[in-house]
């Protein structure tokens, strides 16, 4: 039997939680980003054996997803974005965080609600990064290659985006015209 909760977060709600991140951020203001990263991994390695509910274990999935990419060498992340995931980050740096790791049951609610948020805050980033992963993964499946191995990097699949825009807007164009010849009345390029 399922059983579906939904929790609405009051603008105090979320004020506790942006108190929280700071606080977090705060403590882990001497850690280095790859000790920021690691402390997130750790949270991961934490819950790895341990039954946790599918809310929790969904939005763990998207905390990988930060971490690699802020390790994507070839997504580039600029130092902006990068500062940004890392401050998200930091919060997993802390066990004993609003809500301790080591309480049972609800010990990774508090993650899991802070994962949605960073999520909801950085949601252009991700969804540009599995973009990202997509593009390159179907590249290296076209080349016979290993994705890790076939030295993609943004530039590239901006090119490929641009490229697919322009196609697309010709193909519409060509498309809008019956018999499927576009023939301009108001100019003609000579």
């Known amino acids: 039997m399922s059983m579906d909760i939904s929790i609405t977060l009051s603008d105090a709600d979320l ?19 790859a000790q920021v990263i690691e402390s997130a991994r750790g949270l991961l390695a934490q819950t790895g054996g341990v039954a946790v ?29 990068r500062a940004h995931v890392l401050a ?25 609600i802070m994962i949605e948020l960073c999520v909801r805050e950085l949601r252009h980033e991700l969804e540009a990064y599995e973009d990202f992963r997509d593009w ?35 193909r519409r164009r060509r498309d809008a015209y019956a018999g499927g010849a576009w023939q301009p009345v108001l100019f003609r390029v000579s």
């Open 15 to 33: 004020a506790h939680f942006v108190t929280g991140m700071r606080q977090a951020r705060d403590r882990a203001r001497n850690l280095t980003d």
């Open 53 to 81: 509910p599918d809310f929790v274990a969904s939005r763990l999935g998207r905390l990988e997803t930060m971490i690699a990419m802020v390790e994507d060498v070839g997504f580039g992340l600029p130092d902006e974005d």
């Open 136 to 170: 390159r993964a179907g590249e290296a499946a076209r080349h016979g290659e290993e994705p890790a191995r076939l030295m993609l990097k943004r530039v590239d699949w901006a090119e490929a985006r641009r490229i697919e825009s322009i196609e697309r807007m010709r």
């Open 88 to 112: 998200a980050l930091t919060y997993f740096a802390n066990p004993n965080d609003v809500i301790p790791d080591a309480v049972p049951v609800l010990g990774f609610l508090d993650d899991a």
